[in-house]
């Protein structure tokens, strides 16, 4: 059975709603990214260097990243070597097994929430204009509806209307937020925050922190300083350190990651505005060159258009196309 055929029988045969969200989110990779792919294929009638060359430039285009690029064209070299491939359309499938294959480790992608009747610690870092805000927001509204009772923590106390921002979040989704006035010292606000939900028998605490990246070496500090905060009061915490990243910033977003990487202990990526973009590639590039999960993506405008990511459904989303017709 082909990989197609599986995803087939996996998604199109339900209704599935997190799938028509990533079929729907990666309409603008899709057409790009997929749309060059069969074009390829379309104009070669056999798997030869040329073939290979122009895959390549494709998924450079679609900002997977060089270092990802070069080793999937090995990978994929291999495969269809390996199996006497002489087909251009077999290799479709080819591709789409091997970007499921480096996402293997289904494990890491869900968020780490502590056990039960434990508080759980997120912290969300970032520079400014991602979503850092939104992204807080729509997982507060996440977690609720699951049930749990969360609180959020205004640590970014530096950016203008950030406090104002996050409280009109917190008044949408209907959780509250522990906050000090414009200009506190954010480590202060995650104590009063970690504190209060302590005292209110919290499930969820979610912190936002500031995002000058012009100013590194400062806000490291600072982000250094609120973490030790968190987990002298609470052993263990912050379960979570997600970076959120503007997936329509390409290579850019590459870049910020490895910033904050070198500087703080990011457990986790939370990659909005996906579908806003045709480069939807970076998702692999993270993944592969920085090893860290990408936990989380922005599918769309809507409450519950942020998604936990699954590789095998972001691979439906890429090739829906192909799938759908199988």
Same mark, same amino acid.
């Not at 056999?46 to 390549?56: A, G, I, P, R, S």
């Given at each position: 059975?082909?990989?197609?055929?599986? !995803?087939?029988?996996?998604?199109?045969?339900?209704?599935?709603?997190?799938?028509?969200?990533?079929?729907?989110?990666?309409?603008?990779?899709?057409?790009?990214? *997929?749309?060059?792919?069969?074009?390829?294929?379309?104009?070669? #009638?056999?798997?030869?260097? %040329?073939?290979?060359?122009?895959?390549?430039?494709?998924?450079?285009?679609?900002?997977?990243?060089? $270092?990802?690029?070069?080793? !999937?064209?090995?990978?994929?070299?291999?495969?269809?070597?390996?199996?006497?491939?002489? %087909?251009?359309?077999?290799?479709?499938?080819?591709?789409?097994?091997?970007?499921?294959?480096?996402?293997?480790?289904?494990?890491?992608?869900?968020?780490?929430?502590?056990?039960?009747?434990?508080?759980?610690?997120?912290?969300?870092?970032?520079?400014?204009?991602?979503?850092?805000?939104?992204?807080?927001?729509?997982? *507060?509204?996440?977690?609720?509806?699951?049930?749990?009772?969360?609180?959020?923590?205004?640590?970014?106390? +530096?950016?203008?209307?950030?406090?104002?921002?996050?409280?009109?979040?917190?008044?949408?989704?209907?959780? $509250?937020?522990?906050?000090?006035?414009?200009?506190?010292?954010?480590?202060?606000?995650?104590?009063?925050?970690?504190?209060?939900?302590?005292?209110?028998?919290?499930?969820?605490?979610?912190?936002?922190?500031?995002? #000058?990246?012009?100013?590194?070496?400062?806000?490291?500090?600072?982000?250094?300083?609120?973490?030790?905060?968190?987990?002298?009061?609470?052993?263990?915490?912050?379960?979570?350190?997600?970076?959120?990243? %503007?997936?329509?910033?390409?290579?850019? *977003?590459?870049?910020?990651?490895?910033?904050?990487?070198?500087?703080?202990?990011?457990?986790?990526?939370?990659?909005?505005?996906?579908?806003?973009?045709?480069?939807?590639?970076?998702?692999? *590039?993270?993944?592969?060159?920085?090893?860290?999960?990408?936990? +989380?993506?922005?599918?769309?405008?809507?409450?519950?258009?942020?998604?936990?990511?699954?590789?095998?459904?972001?691979?439906?989303?890429?090739?829906?196309?192909?799938?759908?017709?199988?």
């Amino acid at each position: 059975m082909s990989f197609f055929k599986k !995803l087939k029988d996996k998604f199109t045969a339900t209704t599935d709603q997190a799938s028509e969200k990533f079929k729907q989110g990666l309409t603008k990779t899709r057409d790009s990214f *997929a749309g060059k792919v069969n074009d390829l294929v379309a104009r070669y #009638r056999k798997v030869d260097e %040329d073939f290979f060359e122009e895959l390549e430039e494709i998924l450079i285009t679609a900002d997977v990243g060089f $270092d990802t690029v070069m080793a !999937l064209i090995e990978e994929l070299k291999m495969e269809v070597k390996r199996r006497n491939i002489q %087909d251009t359309k077999e290799v479709q499938a080819v591709i789409s097994e091997k970007l499921v294959e480096i996402y293997r480790n289904k494990e890491e992608v869900d968020a780490n929430i502590a056990m039960q009747n434990d508080l759980t610690v997120i912290l969300f870092v970032g520079v400014n204009g991602v979503g850092k805000t939104t992204t807080i927001g729509k997982l *507060a509204h996440k977690f609720k509806s699951e049930g749990k009772k969360v609180l959020l923590a205004a640590g970014d106390t +530096f950016r203008a209307g950030a406090i104002e921002q996050l409280e009109v979040w917190g008044d949408r989704v209907g959780v $509250d937020v522990i906050k000090q006035g414009a200009g506190s010292d954010p480590a202060a606000v995650m104590f009063d925050a970690v504190q209060a939900a302590r005292s209110r028998g919290a499930d969820v605490l979610l912190c936002d922190t500031a995002g #000058r990246l012009q100013n590194k070496v400062n806000l490291m500090k600072e982000l250094e300083k609120v973490k030790k905060v968190i987990e002298r009061e609470i052993p263990g915490a912050p379960h979570e350190v997600l970076l959120v990243l %503007d997936a329509t910033t390409g290579q850019n *977003a590459l870049i910020q990651a490895k910033t904050f990487k070198e500087a703080t202990d990011v457990s986790g990526i939370v990659l909005t505005k996906l579908d806003g973009t045709a480069k939807g590639g970076i998702v692999l *590039a993270i993944k592969n060159e920085l090893d860290i999960p990408v936990k +989380f993506v922005g599918l769309g405008e809507k409450m519950d258009d942020l998604q936990p990511f699954d590789a095998e459904k972001y691979v439906y989303g890429l090739f829906a196309d192909l799938v759908d017709n199988e």
